[in-house]
């Protein structure tokens, strides 16, 4: 892409340390090298991904006017409580998801906790669907606040993804009060990467040849898919950037990564062949317990969950179902959720196995924090696990970012 067009829009990754004159630079140098000629041969889509801001947190804020401005935290506020969301004033002060409420309480005094409202986020979630919905039937939703959208073909003739992008993020604020980020590129891989870029309210574009150096100096955990235990691994590895992973040989990431390499050794060169899936939901097969009385002690939670495995794997027999991810949910007696999931180098065949996995799991997590009121266990691929498909045709028309 020419680079005046990049100066008029200041390119995404010029945020990150050092302004934008010196990402240009890369970018420059990127291009003269021919950057991502791999990509445009695997076929270029056009990949939004729009993530809403704060969102429990600014629902908030929305619906009680007393709360805009001010440093809000939603999850209980008590010794074992921990933040699901975080309003932006409140990040300034340091405040996070997932961290404990007391010690977001020590970072920002004037924190105002507020416990989450599910029904009114997922009817939220329902409306943002259905403004994607009016520009492509290719929408798939990542969580309650996040979607994919592939807009190549869109529905009403638009023909710029950047547009879109735009239309979209201005009717979530005029129909919804609320504000959305949105990261428009050729692949999800990158289109994730830049709606993260400009939070909040922000957009980035990552055109075509751009993707290579965008993902150069990008720390490992940022990438989708590597979860903070591969994280650890890449680190032991020597590999702490996109770049570092870039240099690899794809013999190491098959011996390390298994089938995950052929994703990780594509997205460390901005390529990633995954399709924009409107029903990858039916992907994983799993089963989840909400329970009267919350439970925290080891004894009661293994019982729990030897219980949930029997449920689970006779729907995963019944559906003839085959992954090689286990994961293991649990909500919190303050709402919160954590997920943790490992991976087995081959489809996981017998109900022992899946047990086994699903215990580590549990093991590795105690003693909990604080009490749970619900367990989860599914069988499913991790996103960017042996899901790849044919390429679709290459676009000519890459100049409509
Ligand atoms: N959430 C949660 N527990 C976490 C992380 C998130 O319950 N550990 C919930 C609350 C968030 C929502 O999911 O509002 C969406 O998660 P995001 O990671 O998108 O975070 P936010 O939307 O809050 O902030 P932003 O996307 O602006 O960074
Ligand atoms: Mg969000």
């Known amino acids: 892409m020419p680079s005046q067009r990049a100066v008029r829009q200041p390119p995404c990754m010029g945020l990150a340390a050092n302004g934008g004159a010196a990402s240009l630079a890369i970018m420059d140098e990127h291009a003269d090298t021919g950057g991502d000629a ?8 056009k990949v939004i991904h729009i993530d809403m801001d704060a969102f429990f947190a600014s629902v908030e804020q929305r619906d009680d006017p007393a709360l805009r401005g001010l440093p809000v935290a939603v999850g209980g506020a ?23 409420s007391t010690r ?3 970072l920002c005094p004037d924190l ?13 979630s329902g409306q943002i669907r259905q403004i994607f919905l009016d520009y492509t039937p290719l929408v798939e939703p990542l969580s309650l606040d996040e979607a994919y959208l592939d807009v190549t073909a869109d529905l009403r003739g638009i023909g ?5 992008a735009e239309l979209i993020r201005q009717r979530i604020r005029d129909e919804l009060q609320l504000t959305a980020s949105a990261g428009v590129s050729y692949n999800k891989f990158l289109a994730k990467l830049a709606s993260d870029q400009n939070k909040p309210d922000g957009l980035c574009v990552i055109r075509p040849g751009e993707g290579g150096a965008f993902v150069r100096d990008l720390p490992i955990r940022r990438f989708h898919g590597v979860g903070p235990r591969g994280a650890e691994k890449m680190a032991s590895l020597g590999i702490e950037t996109g770049g570092d992973l870039a240099a690899q040989p794809i013999e190491l990431l098959r011996r390390h990564f298994g089938s ?4 990780l050794y594509r997205a460390a060169r901005g390529i990633d062949l995954r399709p924009v899936r409107p029903d990858r939901k039916r992907k994983s097969v799993g089963g989840e317990r909400t329970f009267q009385h919350d ?23 019944r559906a003839q179902a085959r992954g090689r991810t286990v994961t293991l949910k649990m909500r919190y007696a303050d709402f919160s959720l954590v997920t943790r999931a490992r991976s087995v180098p081959a489809a996981v065949t017998d109900k022992a196995q899946f047990s086994a996995i699903g215990h580590a799991l549990l093991e590795d997590m105690l003693p909990l924090p604080q009490p749970i009121r619900l367990m989860g266990l599914t069988l499913g691929s ?7 498909q044919p390429p679709p045709p290459a676009s000519p028309q890459l100049a409509l970012f």
């Open 38 to 45: 791999d990509a445009e041969a695997h076929g270029l889509r």
């Open 78 to 100: 008590s010794a074992r409580s921990v933040v699901a969301a975080a309003s932006y004033e409140a990040r300034k002060f340091g405040v996070r998801s997932a961290m404990p």
């Open 104 to 106: 977001a309480a020590r």
């Open 112 to 124: 105002v906790f507020r416990m989450p409202r599910f029904d009114v986020y997922r009817a939220v």
């Open 160 to 164: 710029s993804a950047t547009r879109i």
């Open 260 to 263: 995950q390499a052929d994703y």
């Open 295 to 317: 439970i925290s002690s080891g004894p009661a939670l293994r019982e729990v969950l030897d219980h949930i495995v029997e449920i689970v794997w006779a729907r995963i027999e």
């Open 382 to 388: 991790l996103e960017g696990e042996g899901e790849e």
